[in-house]
C-alpha cells in the first residue's frame, strides 16, 4: 500500500515539475533551476512525513474482529474482515519459537503485565487473547460481597480503557475456572457484568469464559446468567473428546474454543497402590496430542474456532515434566513437533527424540515398583533418535512431590537426591535407593543438539529395612583384626 502512494507521488511531482520548468525557457533558467531543486526538496520531505505518519498511525489502528460463519458455514473470528482460525498456545515464553511453528494467537489468564505482553505479540505478529482473573470463590473470594463485586469489576474497567485499542488484541477472556470447587452461582452474574461493560465500552472484540471441563449446568448458568459472552471456552485434558460429542446437546449451539488441551491430568490417570499418578512419556504425549488435535480440535471445525495449547513453558504441577512443553533451559518436547507439522511444515528441521519406555528392576510404573532403602536399583531408558544427534543423558532421583493443588495454583518443586547414582549411561544407570523410606521418582531426560528433548519418568516406593535383614550390598563393614581391617 505505501509502495503504491509512493509511486504515484513521484509520477504526480515529475509531471508537475516537467511541466512547470521544461517549457518555461527565458532568462531567468537557472535561478528556476535552483528554485526547481528546493521545491523538489520540500516536497519529496512532505511526502515521506505524510506516509511515515500514516504507516505509524496504521500500525497504532485498533483490529476489528468478529464471530460469524464463513462461506462453508463455520464459525470463524473475522479479524478486519480476514478470516481468522486460532493456532494459539497459552503462554507468554518462548515467543519466538510460538512464531517459528506457526502458532498466530497467545492466551494469557490475567491482566499482569499486559501491556508488555500486547507489545511483544504484535513485534512477532501475534494476537493475543487477554485473560481477566475473575476471583476465585475457592481462593476466598465472597461473590455475596457487593462491594468487592463492584471493585473487581471497576479495576478491570480500567483495564478495558486502556488496552482496547491496542492492535494485538484479539478478545477478551472473562475468568478462568471460576467453577472449580465453587458453591456460589452468582459468579456468572459478575462475569456478565464485566461482558457487558466491555461491549460498552469496546465494540471491536468479542467475549469468552472459560470453563473447568464442560458440564451442562455451567452451559445452562452462563446462557441465562451471562449473555453477553459470545464464545464459551472450554478447559481439557483427557475428557476432550468430551466436548466436540456433548457441547451442542448440553445446549450451547453457538462457538466455542478449546483454551487449554494437553496431555491425560494427573487426576485421569492410573495410579500406583500408593497414589502416585503415572505419568505419560513425552512420546506418549505426543501420540495424544496429535490424536487430539486432528480428531477433537479440527475434527468439529464447524463450531471450534480453534485452540490454546497447554503449556507453552515449564512449570512444576504434580511433576517438573507433566504439562510444560519445555524443560528448564527451553529445550522442546516432541509435542512441539507435532504441532510444528501441523502449523508450518516447511520451517521443521530434524526430530527429536523418542521415548519407547522407562522401567526399574525390569519393572514398569504400572506393576508398582517397591524397592527396600539402601538397596541397588537399575534402571533401562528406552529412546531412538533418527538424527544421531544426542548430546546427554541426564538421570535425578526426586521425592514425590507433596505440594499437589488444584487449577494450576503454583506448587514447589522438589529437590533431586544426590549421592545414589553409581553408574549412568545413555540407556542404563544403577542407583542406591535413598535410605529415607517414601515415593520417590526417576527421572530421565534425553537432550540432542537441535534443541530438543525427550522425557519420561517413574515412580518408585522405597520401604525401611527390617532388622533382620542383611546389610546392603554397598555397605562394607570392617573389623581390626590380627593387624589388619578385615571385612
Known sequence: MYFIQILFLLIYTNCYFYKKYLFNLNLLFLYQMSKLTMDILRITGMVLFFITINALSSLGQVRHVEVKKNATDEYRMYVDQKEFYIKGVGGTDFLDVAVNIGANTIRTWSTDNAKQVLDDAQARGLMVMMGMWVQHERHGFDYDDEAKVKNQLEQFRKVVVELKDHPALLLWGVGNEVDLFYTNTKVWNAVQDIAKMIHELDPHHPTTTVTAGLDPAEV????????????????????????????RSYGWTGPYLITEWGPNGHWEVAKTPWGSPIEQTSSEKAVSY????????????????????FLWGHKQETTSTWYGLFDQSGRTSQCVEVLHDHWSPSTRKGYTPVVDGLSLNNLTADKGVTVWADDDVTAEF?????????QKVVWNVVPESNDIKAGGDAESAPLA??????????????????????AYRVFVQVNDANGNYGYANIPFMVKERTADMPLPRWINVKTWRDGNWKE
Not at 445452562?220 to 457441547?247: C, E, H, Q
Open 417 to 438: 537426591v544426590q549421592g545414589l547414582w553409581k553408574k549412568r549411561s545413555q540407556h542404563n544407570a544403577t542407583f542406591r535407593a535413598p535410605h529415607v523410606p517414601g
Open 382 to 390: 528406552n529412546w531412538r533418535d533418527f538424527d544421531n544427534d544426542v
Open 290 to 309: 496429535l490424536e487430539r488435535y486432528e480428531k477433537e480440535i479440527l475434527g468439529d471445525s464447524k463450531y471450534c474456532m480453534g485452540s490454546f495449547v
Open 220 to 247: 445452562d448458568l452462563i446462557k441465562r446468567n451471562a449473555p453477553d459472552i459470545d464464545i464459551y471456552s472450554v478447559n481439557t485434558y483427557g475428557g476432550i473428546g468430551d466436548v466436540r460429542k456433548n457441547i
